[in-house]
Protein backbone atom coordinates (compact mmCIF):
# COMPACT_ATOMS: atom_id res chain seq x y z
CA UNK A 1 0.00 0.00 0.00
CA UNK A 2 1.26 3.54 -0.42
CA UNK A 3 0.99 6.29 1.91
CA UNK A 4 -0.77 9.32 0.91
CA UNK A 5 -0.09 12.59 2.97
CA UNK A 6 -1.67 16.01 2.00
CA UNK A 7 0.00 18.85 1.53
CA UNK A 8 0.25 21.11 4.38
CA UNK A 9 1.21 24.53 4.82
CA UNK A 10 3.98 25.84 7.64
CA UNK A 11 1.17 27.51 9.39
CA UNK A 12 -0.85 24.05 9.82
CA UNK A 13 -3.39 24.93 6.98
CA UNK A 14 -4.81 21.99 5.08
CA UNK A 15 -5.57 23.02 1.59
CA UNK A 16 -6.24 19.88 0.36
CA UNK A 17 -8.88 18.75 3.18
CA UNK A 18 -10.59 22.58 3.05
CA UNK A 19 -10.53 21.64 -0.82
CA UNK A 20 -12.76 18.23 -0.12
CA UNK A 21 -14.76 19.56 2.16
CA UNK A 22 -16.50 22.10 0.25
CA UNK A 23 -16.86 19.98 -2.84
CA UNK A 24 -20.30 18.24 -3.45
CA UNK A 25 -20.84 14.91 -2.08
CA UNK A 26 -20.92 13.13 -5.98
CA UNK A 27 -17.24 14.86 -6.81
CA UNK A 28 -16.22 14.02 -3.49
CA UNK A 29 -16.65 10.54 -3.61
CA UNK A 30 -15.20 10.47 -7.10
CA UNK A 31 -12.08 11.77 -5.03
CA UNK A 32 -12.18 9.61 -2.41
CA UNK A 33 -12.60 6.73 -4.78
CA UNK A 34 -9.23 7.57 -7.08
CA UNK A 35 -7.37 8.29 -3.99
CA UNK A 36 -8.77 4.55 -2.50
CA UNK A 37 -7.32 3.52 -5.71
CA UNK A 38 -3.53 4.99 -5.59
CA UNK A 39 -3.52 3.53 -2.02
CA UNK A 40 -4.44 0.10 -2.46
CA UNK A 41 -3.76 -1.08 -5.72
CA UNK A 42 -0.53 -2.10 -6.59
CA UNK A 43 -0.53 -1.66 -10.25
CA UNK A 44 -2.33 1.97 -11.41
CA UNK A 45 -3.15 3.19 -14.24
CA UNK A 46 -1.35 6.29 -15.38
CA UNK A 47 -4.41 8.60 -16.26
CA UNK A 48 -4.61 8.53 -12.53
CA UNK A 49 -1.27 10.18 -11.29
CA UNK A 50 1.97 11.91 -12.55
CA UNK A 51 5.10 11.78 -10.70
CA UNK A 52 6.50 15.68 -10.55
CA UNK A 53 9.31 15.90 -12.15
CA UNK A 54 12.83 16.65 -10.04
CA UNK A 55 10.75 15.80 -6.77
CA UNK A 56 9.73 13.05 -5.04
CA UNK A 57 6.25 13.92 -5.16
CA UNK A 58 3.43 12.61 -7.32
CA UNK A 59 0.24 14.35 -8.51
CA UNK A 60 -2.88 12.57 -8.30
CA UNK A 61 -5.55 13.36 -11.12
CA UNK A 62 -9.15 12.81 -11.07
CA UNK A 63 -11.39 12.68 -13.72
CA UNK A 64 -15.10 14.44 -13.11
CA UNK A 65 -17.22 15.59 -15.92
Not at 26 to 51: G, M, N
Request: glycine share 4%; hydrophobic share 45%; charged share 30%.
Amino acid sequence: MREIIFFETDFGNKPVEEFLAQLDSAPRAKVVRTLELVHEQQIVPAKFWKKLSGTDLWEVRVEYA
